[in-house]
Structures are given as structure tokens and as C-alpha cells.
């Protein structure tokens, strides 16, 4: 962006360099916090906390084996969903687990700790449900689900199901 930018003006020196990168970046931050919102909004999600929607806004630019980051969390809400509906589940819990499971990966490249760890840590921050939280954490081994299997309607069910049965079908 910033270097289109430099060759439209034509004037190419280090005030313009600075100056031009820094409309670049603020350019790009109100891009991640638009596109976070949409994302929010396409799955009718109207509260989350303006830091997390900027967290969501960066996924559109990060790749996970070969997929963009937050349409595949757009996507296992919606089937999280769908599955908890099926199951007669909290399918507003199922949902927003499922949009936020991988949101430790907008600052994994920044901090140590894996995604999930640094999803916990975002979610508990910004005061998400922790149930929220609990379903998020589910989509990997690292944490012990919140419920049991023989729990009739556990939270973190249709994440589970939702993650588990992508990760069969993409092998």
C-alpha cells in the first residue's frame, strides 16, 4: 500500500516514505476492525468487544493450512450452529466458540504461547462469557473439556464435533 502510494505521488524521499506508511497503516487498521465487524455482523454476533473485532479483522490476513483464518472460522460457526441446534445445545455459546477458536492466531507470531492459550488470554481479557471461552478452548487437546461426554448437553459439544469432523473430512 505504502509503496503504490509513493509512486503515484512521485515524490520518493524519507518525510514522504514515513508519511505515506503510516496512512498505510492506519488505512490497514480501519480495514481489520471493518471486516471483523462484518464478520461479527454475518453471524449475527452484535457485542463483542471492539478489540476482539479488530483481532477478527486481522485473521482475514493470516493462512492456516492454505485457508484464510477467518472465513474457516466464519465457516465452523456456522456448522457449530447448526450442530447445536440439531442437539438442542446453546447454539449462541456453540457460535461464538467456534468464530473465535482461532483467535490466538492474530498475535501467535507476536508473543509466545499457542493459539489457544493466547485465544484464553484475549477472551478472558476482554470479559467474553466463559462458556464462550470454554468452547473455544475445546477444539484442541490442550485443555480438558469443560463437561463430560455423558453430560447430557455440553457447551463445547457441537465445537467439538464441528472441528473434529472438518479436521476427518480434510484429510
Not at 473455544?136 to 464441528?162: G, K, V, W, Y
Amino acid at each position: 500500500m505504502a509503496i503504490e502510494k509513493l509512486i503515484k505521488d512521485g515524490r520518493i524521499q524519507p518525510a514522504k516514505i514515513e508519511e505515506k506508511v503510516e496512512e498505510s497503516r492506519q488505512e490497514l487498521d480501519k480495514r481489520m476492525r471493518e471486516v471483523g465487524e462484518t464478520a461479527a455482523y454475518e453471524l449475527r454476533i452484535l457485542d463483542l468487544p471492539k478489540e476482539v473485532l479488530y483481532l477478527l479483522g486481522r485473521l482475514n490476513y493470516r493462512t492456516s493450512y492454505g485457508q484464510n483464518v477467518l472465513i474457516h472460522s466464519i465457516e465452523m460457526a456456522h456448522l457449530a450452529a447448526m450442530i447445536a441446534q440439531e442437539l438442542s445445545l446453546d447454539v449462541e455459546v456453540a457460535k461464538r466458540g467456534a468464530l473465535l477458536h482461532d483467535i490466538g492466531k492474530a498475535i501467535d507470531h507476536e508473543t509466545t504461547g499457542t493459539h489457544v492459550e493466547l485465544g484464553r488470554k484475549i477472551l478472558k481479557k476482554y470479559g467474553v462469557d466463559e462458556k464462550v471461552i470454554q468452547a473455544m478452548q475445546s477444539h484442541h487437546e490442550e485443555f480438558p473439556f469443560a463437561c463430560r461426554r455423558q453430560d447430557p448437553a455440553p457447551d463445547a459439544t457441537a465445537l467439538n464435533i464441528t472441528y473434529n469432523g472438518w479436521k476427518t473430512w480434510k484429510k
